[in-house]
């Protein structure tokens, strides 16, 4: 009954923290892309604050608060070897460590993670960005765990 009740107000605390990202980022005035286009905009509008290389998103891992929630230093560490960015933004990453950190609502976790970069809910990105990753320019490969930008790759 107690791991019950942890893991109902783990939830709990996981969709307030999901619904306070995307009311930030709707607050800052932008909305979250769900698709390639859109995102290339927000990461184009130097007023969105969203992480534009993998040292502003490992500094946003060490002070946010809904960040720092997720990412312990071993957590951390996993997911930067695995981050990819380019000059166009982000390419690829694997949520493999969050999973494992959360194997109950990593989903919630990771969609916190997209907002950091200006995406919306994993749920919401096209069908062929998750489950791939980003194994060379232009090639994304199945991988269950990650996520690959596909026009971004």
Known sequence: MKNVFKKITLSVIVILTLLSTTESSAQSGFKLATNYEQYVNLYKNPKVKIARTAEQFSQMA??????????????????????????????????????????????????????????????????????????????CSKRIGSICIGDNC
Not at 69 to 76: C, N, R
Not at 102 to 128: C, H, M, R, T, W
């Open 62 to 139: 060490k002070t946010n608060s809904k960040l720092k929630a997720i990412f312990d230093t071993k957590t951390l560490k996993a997911f930067m070897s695995s981050l990819k960015m380019s000059g166009n933004g982000l390419v690829t990453f694997s949520y493999d460590s969050i999973k494992t950190k959360f194997p109950e609502n990593y989903k919630a976790q990771v969609d916190i993670v997209l907002a950091a970069f200006g995406f919306g809910p994993i749920d919401s990105l096209p069908v062929d960005y998750d489950g791939y990753y980003c194994e060379s320019a232009g090639t």
